[in-house]
């Protein structure tokens, strides 16, 4: 960066960090999800900020130009405790893992993997379990988008299938915008088994289908417990998270297009959830 700065942290190491929620470490030894790595401004400021789960250390780029939000990170990190490190152009080129990491990058602990059971048990909320429930969305742009989406529209849990889909990869992390750090995410090894347990707990799902019989905004919900349901790119709704769906519905259009873009339908279908509850 182009002015010296005083990294007081450097030597340090992370023994607490700024935020409402304590670092988890009763999940120490229960499953995780990746997330270890962190890039870009945005994302790196609020994995700080949340506080969830441990910063080991802070990197950036030794050619930044002065900017509010590097000094908010700097005073952060230093807050908690975190190593900074400043380091060269082509060292930090090679440690990053997306095209735009804004100079900024820090290592982490993992993200704790949540049970379902702990998405449904609204102990810790104000209000009843508004779920996102992805699909098979397998880009990770997209899932970065649809969690950062999610994270605004004040949706309490997300769940993810274990296998063919996007992993939460350092894309997804910097897509997500430092979402990531606010929501809990479980996994799921069957996409409709985890349906079937979220209807056996009363919870409403409404999946997103473009052959929905119901138009979005005819959507008839009061504060009920519910869980959107999201399908991948491309197919949409699988046949049987389609058949465990409470109500299908979809999103009227107005141009000659006949589809949205994925997180963009998400984001939609969140805040019009959002806005009757």
Same mark, same amino acid.
């Given at each position: 960066?182009?002015?010296?700065?005083?990294?007081?942290?450097?030597?340090?190491?992370?023994?607490?960090?700024?935020?409402?929620?304590?670092?988890?470490?009763?999940?120490?030894?229960?499953?995780?999800?990746?997330?270890?790595?962190?890039?870009? &401004?945005?994302?790196?400021?609020?994995?700080?900020?949340?506080?969830?789960?441990?910063?080991?250390?802070?990197?950036?780029?030794?050619?930044?130009?002065?900017?509010?939000?590097?000094?908010?990170?700097?005073?952060?990190?230093? %807050?908690?405790?975190?190593?900074?490190?400043?380091?060269?152009?082509?060292?930090?080129?090679?440690?990053?893992?997306?095209?735009?990491?804004?100079?900024?990058?820090?290592?982490?602990?993992?993200?704790?993997?949540? %049970?379902?059971?702990?998405?449904?048990?609204?102990?810790?909320?104000?209000?009843?379990?508004?779920?996102?429930?992805?699909?098979?969305?397998?880009?990770?742009?997209?899932?970065?988008?649809?969690? &950062?989406?999610?994270?605004?529209?004040?949706?309490?849990?997300?769940?993810?299938?274990?296998?063919?889909?996007?992993?939460?990869?350092?894309?997804?992390?910097?897509?997500?915008?430092?979402?990531?750090? $606010?929501?809990?995410?479980?996994?799921?090894?069957?996409?409709?088994?985890?349906?079937? &347990?979220?209807?056996?707990?009363?919870?409403?799902?409404?999946?997103?289908?473009?052959?929905?019989?119901?138009?979005?905004?005819?959507?008839?919900?009061?504060?009920?417990?519910?869980?959107?349901?999201?399908?991948?790119?491309?197919?949409?709704?699988?046949?049987?998270?389609?058949?465990?769906?409470? %109500?299908?519905?979809?999103?009227?259009?107005?141009?000659?297009?006949?589809?949205?873009?994925?997180?963009?339908?998400?984001?939609?279908?969140?805040? %019009?959830?959002?806005? $009757?509850?």
């Amino acid at each position: 960066m182009n002015k010296k700065r005083n990294y007081k942290g450097n030597s340090r190491g992370n023994k607490g960090q700024r935020g409402t929620t304590p670092v988890r470490n009763h999940r120490s030894q229960q499953k995780v999800l990746s997330g270890d790595q962190v890039e870009g &401004r945005q994302a790196v400021r609020e994995l700080l900020i949340a506080g969830t789960r441990k910063t080991r250390e802070v990197f950036l780029a030794g050619d930044l130009d002065d900017a509010p939000i590097l000094d908010d990170i700097i005073d952060l990190a230093d %807050e908690a405790k975190v190593p900074i490190k400043e380091i060269s152009r082509g060292r930090f080129e090679s440690m990053a893992k997306t095209e735009s990491p804004q100079g900024v990058v820090a290592l982490a602990a993992p993200l704790p993997n949540y %049970e379902i059971e702990e998405l449904i048990d609204s102990k810790e909320s104000d209000s009843k379990p508004f779920l996102l429930v992805v699909d098979g969305v397998t880009d990770p742009g997209n899932l970065g988008a649809i969690l &950062r989406s999610a994270e605004c529209a004040g949706i309490t849990g997300v769940i993810l299938p274990r296998h063919r889909s996007a992993r939460v990869t350092p894309a997804v992390t910097k897509t997500a915008a430092g979402a990531i750090e $606010h929501l809990r995410i479980a996994t799921a090894s069957g996409i409709p088994a985890a349906l079937g &347990r979220l209807r056996e707990s009363g919870i409403w799902l409404v999946g997103l289908d473009a052959g929905g019989s119901t138009p979005l905004y005819d959507l008839k919900i009061a504060d009920q417990p519910i869980a959107l349901v999201l399908g991948s790119e491309g197919r949409g709704l699988s046949r049987l998270a389609r058949e465990r769906c409470d %109500e299908l519905v979809h999103i009227p259009l107005q141009g000659v297009l006949s589809s949205l873009n994925v997180s963009t339908a998400a984001a939609i279908a969140a805040f %019009e959830v959002s806005r $009757h509850r």
